[in-house]
């Protein structure tokens, strides 16, 4: 059974900075691919950024230059750097874990940006 945790959320200012993680329990954690979605009230899920085992990255177009994703294997963990927030960035921010067909998500950590 894979579970992802996420942590770090919280409510910061605009222009604020916050560090999401996301800790995995999978045996061969470099395996596999991992992302960062969010989904905000009233929208659908959208992709942040993602990185592969081989550390490729790739960012939606929005959070480029600001956000940065990143992986420690030794920790089985992924990383989220958020700078320079905006209202925008509001929302619930998930974990996903793929493997071959197999995806897993957690359970999300909530993130507000607001004066």
């Known amino acids: 059974q894979v579970q992802l945790v996420e942590s770090g959320g919280g409510l910061v200012q605009p222009g604020g900075s916050l560090r999401l993680s996301c800790v995995a329990s999978?045996?061969?954690?470099?395996?596999?691919?991992m992302a960062w979605y969010r989904q905000a009230p009233g929208k659908q899920r959208e992709l942040v950024a993602a990185?592969?085992?081989?550390?490729?990255?790739n960012y939606e177009d929005s959070v480029k230059g600001r956000f940065t994703i990143s992986r420690d294997n030794t920790k089985k963990t992924m990383y989220l750097q958020m700078n320079s927030l905006k209202p925008e960035d509001t929302a619930v921010y998930f974990c996903?874990?793929?493997?071959?067909?197999?995806?897993?998500w957690g359970q999300g950590t909530q993130v507000t940006v607001s004066a």
């Open positions: 996903k874990a793929a493997f071959g067909a197999a995806a897993y």
């Open positions: 999978v045996s061969i954690f470099r395996l596999y691919n």
């Open positions: 990185i592969t085992g081989g550390n490729a990255t």
